[in-house]
């Protein structure tokens, strides 16, 4: 499955972005899907994930209660609604996918945990 992911830009402190990230090849709804982010001098972390169906996600404490992840297979396409962005937000985002292994996966908050990765698409949050 190729990943594209797009919507990153500049915007202030508490202000809102949308990332996409479209699938193309194979259907998103064999995957479970993650955002990561990866800012300069820092190795890459896990952002948030969800399940195959949406029914199940999973959130770094940073961004939780700020930032939403969600799906629509029919469309192929992954969202992150990214909320009261802080200039430590301030990264380039990568959306990732992996075989769905069992019932309603998850994923895991590993880098090494997805085998398909996005190109990256850069968040600026000014101060």
């Known amino acids: 499955v190729q990943l594209q992911a797009s919507g990153g830009g500049l915007v202030q402190t508490g202000g809102s972005l949308r990332l996409s990230c479209a699938a193309s090849g194979r259907t998103l709804s064999n995957y479970a899907m993650a955002w990561f982010r990866q800012a300069p001098g820092k190795e890459r972390e896990f952002v948030t994930g969800i399940s195959w169906s949406g029914g199940s996600t999973l959130y770094a404490d940073s961004v939780k209660g700020r930032f939403t992840i969600s799906r629509d297979n029919a469309k192929n396409t992954v969202y992150l609604q990214m909320n009261s962005l802080k200039p430590e937000d301030a990264a380039v985002y990568y959306c990732?996918?992996?075989?769905?292994?069992?019932?309603?996966?998850?994923?895991?908050?590993?880098?090494?945990?997805?085998?398909?990765w996005g190109q990256g698409t850069q968040v600026t949050v000014s101060s």
């Open positions: 990732a996918a992996v075989t769905n292994y069992y019932g309603d996966y998850v994923g895991s908050r590993q880098v090494a945990g997805y085998d398909y």
